[in-house]
């Protein structure tokens, strides 16, 4: 089993949709977690971090659950400019990338 | 000003060639890393320094060694360049390992013919 999976996609939604992606992890002893931002032949870009209490961050939100170990990231209103692809990344001493969920927002 | 600068942005090279890549940040972080990126978009660690001691070293062929000078600065030098060795290579700076996340550099596209 993969140390960090997520659904590789891709996501196709039209402008204003909403929508969720979900990763999950295997490594219990899992502190930190965080959500990255790749634009095609571009280098990730942090998008957000996640805390055990949820975050938002405008049209973001990012949720933890420990006890089912899997972390999501929620898009509302999306936006053509939301198109890329969306890495999370699990740390337990040593940061991990899922493969990345590719998401395309369409006119 | 750029704050993780990795250097050249692209490199075309023939198998057995010998080459480095550079990589400078100026945020002041303690620890740097190299990411390869392959054909199939999977990002995976190769390297890992803090202060310029080496803290992760994930299985990769031995032709590959990194070098950090001093905490703003963390090369990587290839030897005997392999085809299967042709992917995107990111560098990457953080404050505290696995806290704060990382900034990572532009990338540098490696094709080896």
């Known amino acids: 089993r993969k140390e960090v999976e997520q659904d590789p996609g891709p996501f196709n939604v039209p402008e204003g949709a909403t929508v969720a992606f979900n990763c999950t992890y295997s490594n219990s002893a899992s502190q930190s977690f965080f959500w990255y931002r790749q634009d095609c032949r571009k280098e990730p870009k942090l998008l957000m971090s996640?805390?055990?209490s949820g975050n938002e961050d405008g049209r973001f939100t990012a949720q933890l659950n420990r006890a089912s170990q899997y972390i999501s990231l929620l898009i509302r209103d999306s936006k053509l400019s939301d198109s890329a692809t969306y890495l999370c990344?699990?740390?337990?001493?040593?940061?991990?990338f899922g493969d990345g969920t590719t998401l395309t927002v369409k006119p | 000003d750029t704050a993780v600068s990795q250097t050249p942005k692209y490199l075309v090279t023939q198998m057995g060639n010998d080459k480095s890549i550079k990589c400078e940040q100026n945020?002041?972080?303690?620890?740097m890393y190299w990411y390869k990126q392959d054909s199939k978009k999977f990002l995976k660690i190769m390297f890992s320094?803090?202060?310029?001691?080496?803290?992760i070293n994930e299985t990769v062929p031995n032709r590959f060694s990194p070098k950090s000078p001093d905490k703003a600065h963390l090369n990587l030098h290839i030897n005997s360049l392999e085809l299967g060795d042709s992917a995107v290579y990111f560098c990457?700076?953080?404050?505290?390992?696995?806290?704060?996340?990382?900034?990572f550099g532009s990338g540098t596209r490696l094709t080896v013919v």
């Open positions: 990344v699990v740390d337990a001493g040593k940061s991990t």
């Open positions: 945020l002041g972080h303690d620890t």
């Open positions: 320094y803090n202060n310029k001691e080496l803290i």
């Open positions: 990457a700076s953080s404050q505290v390992p696995g806290t704060y996340g990382y900034t």
């Open positions: 996640v805390y055990s």
